[in-house]
């Protein structure tokens, strides 16, 4: 029995520093950032005055046309971009796994984009989108299309940054998928062939169903970085024209650092946060009751 206890004093001292990182690194920084989104801060001689204001920056939510803005255009850009994303990587992943030997380059290649900084990422798509030299429009050109003002349109600038997002963050969701496909049971599949079973049928009834949990594992984790998108904004599109790539994390950088509004800002915050975890837990409550 004295040896239990010492053990579990053991476990206890062992985990006790990682404990106290993460709550210096987390929970104190969001437990000052709720208190924030209660205050209005002034600036006055290098110093912040808080002013308690209740829940006024929250009810002024509900007022700020741009903020509407930037909930509805990153739904639009985490669901579409999310799924294309899911969607080639499951591709890719299916492809790569009958490649053989040759499968390595591939992996290599495909993995590349992950690999580029954002600042890299926005400067040689702006150049690519640029309506006069940009190469898109200039292959357009030779079919008789465009050329297009992809960025400066409000119609097409919000589908050009879910373009430059797919392109960036679909190797992500390659990565994940390889995994799960390489991990798949043989046996399952020479039975299947065995019995007669066409490609599409296999697929459909035995490597999707057996992928299924890697998917939607995949699937959230990319929506959680994809409600964060913020560099490929800053960089091509700036959340214009108008609001048509205005996306929440923007927002709140224009309110907090531009406006110099961090009560607000903060509020802002605490409630994408509040919602993000309240969609990913309905998505996992549902997740589970299709597995049971």
Request: proline residues 3%; glycine residues 8%.
């Amino acid at each position: 029995m004295a040896m239990l206890k010492a053990s579990r004093r053991v476990k206890l001292f062992t985990v006790l520093p990682a404990l106290l990182f993460l709550v210096l690194l987390s929970v104190l920084p969001l437990a000052n950032l709720l208190a924030l989104s209660f205050a209005k801060v002034t600036w006055a001689e290098g110093s912040a005055t808080w002013t308690w204001e209740g829940l006024a920056n929250y009810r002024a939510l509900a007022e700020d046309a741009l903020f509407k803005a930037g909930i509805v255009n990153t739904l639009i850009l985490v669901v579409s971009a999310t799924t294309l994303q899911v969607g080639l990587g499951l591709g890719l992943a299916l492809i790569c796994s009958r490649l053989g030997r040759s499968a390595k380059a591939y992996r290599t290649l495909f993995l590349l984009p992950i690999l580029v900084p954002g600042i890299i990422i926005g400067a040689i798509w702006k150049l690519m989108y640029n309506t006069q030299f940009g190469v898109i429009n200039q292959l357009l050109g030779l079919v008789g299309l465009g050329p297009f003002d992809w960025l400066g349109s409000s119609t097409l600038a919000l589908a050009s940054v879910i373009a430059v997002d797919v392109w960036h963050w679909t190797p992500f969701s390659f990565l994940l998928l390889l995994a799960a496909v390489e991990a798949l049971p043989r046996d399952v599949f020479e039975a299947a062939q065995i019995d007669g079973a066409g490609s599409w049928r296999t697929f459909r009834r035995i490597v999707l169903p057996l992928l299924w949990p890697a998917i939607f594992t995949t699937f959230v984790f990319r929506a959680i970085i994809a409600f964060k998108v913020f560099d490929e904004v800053y960089l091509l599109t700036g959340g214009g024209p108008g609001t048509s790539t205005q996306v929440i994390s923007f927002t709140i950088y224009q309110r907090f650092f531009v406006q110099d509004s961090a009560g607000y800002g903060a509020a802002m915050s605490i409630f994408v946060m509040f919602l993000v975890a309240l969609v990913i837990g309905v998505a996992m409550t549902s997740q589970k009751a299709r597995s049971r």
